[in-house]
């Protein structure tokens, strides 16, 4: 299994370019999650999704869409970049509510 | 809504020497509760996760952690540090599919 796989795994925008991140899970699992981390400011949740067709807005959903419209793929977009928007962004899945969270490697974003 | 405390950014101990990385929770309802490792410029990986009814929890390369339901704390512990436990350690509460994380505490484990 490749587990959760992301990319790019490095990418620079101007401000206001629009681009996807993507994010793909072999393991048949229903939960997926978007996360932000930021310096001194751990993860934060961005959006989320319990099931194709199904997804939910996190702590910071502004400036991004999520769809889910298979159980492996999970893509963010970012509408118009802000250099706001700068981070490293990580994907997570889960088999259930409760179960333990895999995390792929993380994309780094640079918005210029 | 769901919240979680690290109260160090930052914990030092010598190698050999116990180490308790600490996290308080505030949930409604029981709460599912994790630690994650997070080693430079790579993602998060699994350590531990609270089961209910277990108030000491063993997890991966000998860590574990402490529930107290009183205190809302799942403090994380090692008996004896080893210089590769060094790295950025994550509390996390998860409920109806969303998780939140503590802001991280670098460990630091010296020679």
């Known amino acids: 299994n490749a587990g959760v796989t992301q990319t790019p795994k490095f990418q620079v925008l101007k401000t206001g370019q629009s681009m996807t991140l993507q994010c793909a899970q072999d393991?048949?699992?229903?939960?997926m999650s978007w996360y932000r981390q930021d310096p001194g400011m751990g993860l934060r949740l961005i959006h989320y999704?319990?099931?194709?067709?199904?997804?939910d807005q996190g702590e910071v959903p502004n400036g991004y869409n999520v769809s889910r419209s298979t159980t492996e793929d999970f893509p963010l977009r970012l509408l118009s970049a802000a250099p706001s928007q700068t981070s490293v962004y990580f994907c997570a899945s889960s088999y259930g509510l409760g179960e333990t969270q895999y995390f792929g490697p993380g994309t780094r974003l640079l918005v210029l | 809504a769901q919240s979680v405390a690290q109260p160090e950014d930052q914990v030092n101990v010598a190698e050999g020497n116990p180490l308790t990385v600490k996290c308080t929770y505030s949930?409604?309802?029981?709460?599912?509760l994790f630690w994650y490792v997070q080693y430079p410029n790579r993602g998060l990986q699994f350590l531990l996760k609270?089961?209910?009814?277990?108030?000491l929890v063993k997890g991966s390369y000998g860590f574990e952690a402490e529930f107290n339901k009183s205190q809302t704390s799942f403090h994380l512990k090692k008996p004896s540090a080893l210089v590769s436990d060094s790295a950025l350690y994550f509390c996390?509460?998860?409920?109806?599919?969303?998780?939140?994380f503590g802001d991280g505490t670098t460990l630091t484990v010296k020679p």
């Open positions: 393991m048949n699992h229903e939960y």
């Open positions: 609270y089961i209910t009814g277990d108030n």
């Open positions: 999704s319990v099931g194709a067709g199904i997804t």
């Open positions: 996390a509460v998860r409920d109806a599919g969303k998780s939140t």
């Open positions: 949930v409604s309802g029981n709460p599912y």
